[in-house]
């Protein structure tokens, strides 16, 4: 267990189908992101909060909302997704935006099927 | 643009051996960050090295920062089967968020 906690593990939906993924973490982290990793790709930066506000944006799809209702949870709402959205989701949070020198912490992932 | 790409992609070796990989990135750093991904899970945070250091331990750990060469590498030494999985290396710029390279995936053999 790494302080951080993403619900659920496994998800398959349909392409018309509404879910969302929750992560959570009680470490006293400022900073919460989303990365999506498909095969073969680098991690790809979806979303990073600071202090819940959104401050990025990485030209996700609108079919990608993020929610950060308090410093400690953080939600990806998904809705209409396509196959190629299929993927594993990684929760992270760090003490502070920025790379000035704090490691992520990240989730075990929900893995993503878009049937 | 991508900006940590290690190397090898792919490296088997038997347990005891040490493994060594590889990172080369394109533009000045603040710092550098090694993780670990076991199959299907989320990545660990392993170790960072300041732009202004040049080598730091952790246990069987050792990683080395040439910012001259703009490189890094990571040796694990005395490897043991647990220690399969993806390793990559992250690059933080002051100002930015960590970009992650592709991965060199360990397979240590028994």
């Known amino acids: 267990e790494t302080g951080v906690t993403q619900t659920p593990r496994h998800l398959v939906m349909g392409m018309t189908n509404k879910k969302s993924l929750k992560c959570e973490q009680h470490?006293?982290?400022?900073?919460m992101y989303w990365y999506k990793q498909s095969a073969k790709k680098p991690l790809e930066l979806m979303f990073v909060y600071s202090l819940e506000e959104r401050v990025e944006n990485n030209s996700v799809p609108s079919r990608f909302s993020p929610e950060c209702p308090n410093s400690s949870h953080l939600f990806l709402h998904l809705h209409t997704l396509q196959p190629e959205d299929s993927a594993l989701y990684l929760c992270a949070s760090s003490q502070t935006t920025g790379a000035q020198g704090y490691g992520y912490t990240f989730g075990s992932g929900t893995r993503l099927t878009v049937v | 643009s991508q900006q940590g790409e290690e190397d090898p992609q792919a490296l088997s070796i038997q347990e005891g051996e040490n493994a060594t990989m590889n990172c080369s990135y394109k533009t000045s750093i603040n710092n550098l960050q090694w993780y670990r991904q076991n199959s299907g899970r989320g990545l660990v945070h392993l170790i960072l090295i300041r732009s202004n250091e040049r080598e730091k331990h952790s246990g069987r750990l050792r990683v080395t920062l040439d910012t001259s060469k703009k490189s890094s590498s990571l040796l694990i030494t005395a490897s043991r089967a647990a220690d399969t999985a993806s390793y990559f290396c992250a690059t933080g710029t002051s100002g930015s968020r960590l970009t992650f390279g592709e991965g060199t995936q360990l397979t240590v053999n028994p």
């Open positions: 470490l006293g982290h400022n900073a």
